[in-house]
């Protein structure tokens, strides 16, 4: 079922059958932003690259904001994310390595060690519990705003001044 062709010393084989011997290459390319230089990678790049970033989001200590590893790769981040769409080991290993900063985010704040109110404004993003918090604040919130009564205050005002200018009550 399979035929083979050569061409340039690239065996490239054509299979035609379909189930289980089948591999799927997940090939794609990215710009290189230290370099500019186009680059093509394969799931063995994503594979390698979602184990260096829970390598990073586990052992620096400076790591506070994922951009900081995909920056640090030469990676944009449409392109980083693109790449988590294709790969299901790199998608988990994103969540994952979110939850190690997340965590290290919030010790270092109720530490004092980073801003407090930063974090706290931040979390959300990278933690599940967090998030529904803010969600469900958010919904009170809007429920106290459609149950808000507002009342108006009318004070009782002259009417008439006289040339006196005595002020004449309104009775």
């Given amino acids: 079922m399979a035929s083979k062709k050569k061409s340039n010393k690239i065996e490239i084989i054509k299979d035609t059958t379909v189930g289980e011997n089948v591999l799927a290459y997940n090939f794609d390319e990215y710009k290189d932003m230290r370099s500019f230089q186009k680059k093509i990678v394969n799931q063995a790049f994503f594979d390698k690259l979602a184990l260096e970033l829970l390598d990073w989001a586990e052992n620096d200590e400076m790591a506070l904001k ?9 990676i944009w981040d449409g392109d980083f994310y693109r790449f988590c769409e294709k790969s299901d080991n790199l998608k988990r290993a994103h969540i994952w390595a979110m ?4 965590n290290r985010r919030e010790v270092l704040g109720l530490q004092k060690k980073i801003d407090p109110g930063m974090v706290s404004y931040t979390m959300a993003h990278y933690d599940k519990t967090w998030k529904d918090l803010a969600e469900w604040r958010a919904a009170i919130s ?8 507002t009342v108006v205050v009318i004070e009782k005002f002259p009417t008439k ?6 002020i004449i ?3």
């Fill in 66 to 74: 994922l951009s900081q590893f995909y920056i640090k790769k030469g």
């Fill in 99 to 102: 939850q190690m900063i997340g």
């Fill in 142 to 149: 809007k429920d106290k705003e459609e149950t808000k009564q």
């Fill in 161 to 166: 001044v006289s040339n006196d200018k005595e």
């Fill in 169 to 171: 009550e309104a009775s």
